[in-house]
T-cell receptor
């Protein structure tokens, strides 16, 4: 069965420091991986995705994520955090080409302190 | 370019009632997915519509049904409401071509409260 785990409910980072939000997944086929961000009272916004190719993918707002097949992980990273990055972050996975269902993690609240 | 729109924004119903939520996809998108997001949780896939047909369904009872119109807009219907149906309902649209790896664009959601 497909599943996504975000092991940290909350991550606290000082402004200017690097940040990492963790995600691990379990699928039977090829994983298509996505990161979304949710701001209060706003819809989910797409950040980046991994489909195939280079394991390091770059996305919006300076975020990047590294796909690690052996560890079945897709951690979200940013070299220098901004206070405006504070939000709820979701990792999601789709299992292969013929499966349209996105499976989501429970979310990680990211708090950037000035 | 209008993004995904949903109506209404908020809705309060009582147990046993029926509700209809509406979604207009992003311009140029032809595929609509619906999700339920309970407080403090990630979205749960309800179903996806393409070419006016339900293409895939998540683990939701038959009380949840939907429809897609020729203009690609969509409705989500929930019958015999339960207290546990209280949640944020999200609509997402995408392009069918390359659908497995295309990202989805989300609307702001409809907050449903069942009393």
């Amino acid at each position: 069965a497909q599943s996504v785990a975000q092991p940290e409910d909350q991550v606290n980072v000082a402004e200017g420091n690097p940040l990492t939000v963790k995600c691990t997944y379990s699928v039977s086929g090829n994983p298509y991986l996505f990161w979304y961000v949710q701001y209060p009272n706003r819809g989910l916004q797409f950040l980046l995705k991994y489909i195939t190719g280079d394991n390091l993918v770059k996305g919006s707002y300076g975020f990047e994520a590294e796909f690690n097949k052996s560890q079945t992980s897709f951690h979200l990273k940013k070299p220098s955090a901004l206070v405006s990055d504070s939000a709820l972050y979701f990792c999601a996975v789709r299992d292969g080409d013929s499966n349209y269902q996105l499976i989501w993690g429970a979310g990680t609240k990211l708090i950037i302190k000035p | 370019d209008a993004g995904v729109t949903q109506s209404p924004t908020h809705l309060i119903k009582t147990r046993g009632q029926q509700v209809t939520l509406r979604c207009s996809p992003k311009s140029g998108h032809d595929t609509v997915s619906w999700y339920q997001q309970a407080l403090g949780q990630g979205p749960q896939f309800i179903f996806q519509y393409y070419e006016e047909e339900e293409r895939q369904r998540g683990n939701f009872p038959d009380r949840f049904s939907g429809h897609q119109f020729p203009n690609y807009s969509s409705e989500l219907n929930v019958n015999a409401l339960l207290l546990g149906d209280s949640a944020l309902y999200l609509c997402a649209s995408s392009l069918e071509e390359g659908s497995s790896y295309n990202e989805q664009f989300f609307g702001p959601g409809t907050r449903l409260t069942v009393l």
